[in-house]
């Protein structure tokens, strides 16, 4: 038998010990009914747990992960997920949060070529061209870098509002807003990048003063 991972399965069993003497009916209410009112779109980076650095147990978040909190409207991992989260659970808020430092971004914005991820983030590259990101030394620019973490975030909330199940949603009445959030590894502190849609005739204008605020303060710090 093969005992490699026993400590993760000790320290379960501790955690879940931990959690019955604090809470004995916290299981049982888990198992009972699963209605988070937040649906979370984030990096897989493993430095950045949607639960842990908003502070919520589990059952309070709805979450969905992929390399560089990425939206597609032909990705059916995702909008599954998405489906799901507005359709079955009823959430009021869709997050999409990225990081700083995150490695996808990265990756997109040096052009590095790494085999099948590299069609995964090319969307990242190519919104680093539209906004003249590119070009720089391969040691990288961490302004430059920063500024495209947050653009991509916000790239992200324009994809998924604009998508038939959140178009569909606001067309039925549904209470629903999507959030535009970057969390920052240095400090663990959560922005909001300001683009928070509720209805679909807000998403163009909202979009653009988004974006803008990230080039004016990105220009304010160079």
């Excluded at 699963?34 to 984030?42: L, M, T, V």
């Excluded at 980076?45 to 992960?65: C, Q, Y």
């Excluded at 971004?105 to 539209?130: E, K, N, T």
């Excluded at 998508?163 to 606001?170: N, P, Y």
């Amino acid at each position: 038998m093969n005992n490699a991972l026993q400590h993760l399965l000790e320290a379960n069993t501790a955690w879940a010990s931990a959690q019955l003497e604090r809470d004995p009916e916290f299981f049982k209410r888990l198992e009972n009914q699963q209605s988070p009112e937040y649906f979370w779109i984030g990096c897989s980076d493993s430095r950045v747990p949607a639960n842990t650095i908003v502070d919520l147990p589990p059952g309070e978040v709805f979450v969905h992960r992929n390399v560089a909190n990425q939206v597609f409207h032909g990705d059916l991992n995702g909008q599954s997920a998405t489906q799901f989260a507005v359709e079955v659970l009823q959430v009021k808020h869709i997050i999409v949060c990225g990081h700083y430092g995150c490695s996808g971004v990265r990756m997109a914005l040096r052009g590095d070529r790494l085999g099948l991820a590299d069609a995964w983030v090319r969307p990242i590259h190519q919104l680093a061209r539209r906004h003249s990101l590119t070009g720089f030394p391969s040691t990288g620019d961490q302004a430059y870098q920063d500024q495209l973490c947050e653009l991509n975030v916000i790239e992200q909330v324009k994809h998924l509002c604009e998508s038939t199940l959140i178009e569909d949603a606001w067309l039925r009445g549904q209470d629903l807003t999507v959030h535009s959030w970057i969390y920052s590894l240095k400090d663990g502190l959560i922005r909001n990048l300001g683009l928070n849609v509720n209805a679909p005739n807000q998403i163009d204008q909202e979009y653009s003063n988004a974006v803008k605020a990230v080039k004016l303060r990105h220009q304010s710090t160079k």
